[in-house]
């Protein structure tokens, strides 16, 4: 998907196919298509000019034609447990977040897929949004390349693990996504492991049939209750692909890792915590290969849900592991800086006084007239 408010195309966009096209029009030769996504996204250089195997020629028309500019980071925060969170503008003026979270012998990225969602989850601030629209896939590489910046100027190791948890639903946003995750996986690109990039659904049925055919990755779904009632009073989603639908989709997935598809279920205190949910639960993941994170509710204001008791997540946890399913408790990272999904990009728009789509209105007008 390409924006297509600035008058420049954006050169992270940009596909194989597109960079071969854009060749052939100009008279290069079609191989150096695959050499411009190295430069891009193995050598990490964002510079056409310093790309020393392109000719001067095609170089200046790179710098002439297309935005070579990362996204503009408005606001970092860093959490006492070492993630930092990025509070980034897009082109056209919205925010959107990402979140780095460096650990021993890993860094993991948690990316936005969309600016908003359209999903409306009840324990969700992103779903409180609304959905602004998708974010490129030029837009969500260039998160991964902001966050390797970052960790290459401070001597820390680049981003090994990729997960769409940040705003959005990522499977609205699919085609973007599967260029994103074709990219992050190429060896001869960001050569991450399939293993290591995770995408994290509501549960969109169609959608994550064609994810398994077109790229391999690992699949979360977030569940968050087993009895369908209950779930789509939580998550509207449920109505259009109860359980049972999802259930039959997943035991038909191509299962990429060892511990096969991981469940996020959110621990929310006196919603979805009991006992009789952990039964239903096991019930459901019967036939399944499966590992549920266990995610206490990250609290935001004007929520009155909030986190179940610590004693409360043990028993839970302890019914699971009984049942050989691992079931490993997640705290979100970063708390202390509202790291969880949309927490960040809400508070800044409110902030500013900012209403989403006025933004992209008033910065559309502004590109019109030049600026
Ligand atoms: N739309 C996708 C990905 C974005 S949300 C999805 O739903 O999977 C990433 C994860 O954060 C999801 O499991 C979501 O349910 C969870 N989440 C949302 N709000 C949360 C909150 N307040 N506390 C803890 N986890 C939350």
């Not at 008058?7 to 030769?29: E, H, I, K, M």
């Not at 359209?118 to 902001?146: D, H, P």
Request: proline fraction near 5%.
């Amino acid at each position: 998907m390409k924006v297509t408010e600035s008058p420049l195309l954006y050169a992270y966009d940009q596909s194989l196919d597109d960079w071969v096209d854009w060749c052939g029009q100009r008279g290069f030769p079609k191989f150096m298509a695959k050499q411009l996504r190295e430069w891009i996204f193995a050598k990490r250089e964002k510079d056409p000019q310093l790309f020393t195997n392109i000719s001067k020629v095609a170089r200046e028309k790179l710098s002439e034609e297309f935005d070579w500019s990362l996204p503009s980071v408005d606001t970092i925060l860093s959490s006492e447990d070492g993630s930092e969170k990025l509070l980034f503008r897009t082109r056209d003026g919205l925010f959107a977040e990402c979140v780095v979270m460096p650990s021993e012998g890993r860094t993991t990225l948690c990316v936005s897929s969309q600016v908003g969602c359209r999903w409306a989850c009840t324990f969700c601030q992103t779903g409180r949004m609304g959905l602004t629209r998708s974010l490129s896939s030029g837009e969500i590489l260039s998160q991964v390349l902001l966050a390797n910046e970052k960790m290459a100027e401070s001597g820390q190791k680049l981003v090994s693990n990729v997960v769409f948890m940040g705003m959005g639903e990522p499977l609205d946003n699919l085609d973007g996504v599967i260029e994103v995750c074709r990219t992050l996986t190429d060896p001869k690109l960001f050569g991450l492991s399939k293993h290591r990039v995770t995408v994290s659904t509501v549960g969109l049925v169609p959608e994550i049939e064609r994810l398994g055919q077109e790229v391999a990755v690992s699949l979360a779904i977030s569940l968050h209750s087993a009895d369908n009632a209950h779930r789509g009073s939580m998550m509207p989603v449920n109505r259009k692909y109860p359980l049972e639908v999802l259930k039959q989709t997943l035991l038909e997935y191509p299962i990429q890792t060892r511990h096969g598809i991981t469940f996020e279920y959110v621990m929310i205190k006196g919603e979805n915590d009991s006992i009789a949910h952990a039964k239903k639960l096991v019930k459901f993941l019967h036939g399944l290969k499966a590992k549920v994170n266990l995610i206490p509710m990250n609290a935001h204001p004007g929520n009155p849900m909030e986190a179940s008791e610590a004693e409360r997540l043990r028993e839970f946890q302890k019914y699971l592991s009984d049942r050989s399913i691992p079931a490993p408790v997640r705290y979100s990272r970063g708390q202390d800086v509202s790291a969880a999904c949309g927490q960040l990009a809400t508070k800044r728009m409110e902030d500013l006084d900012l209403e989403p789509h006025k933004v992209a209105r008033e910065r559309k007008k502004e590109i019109r007239e030049g600026n």
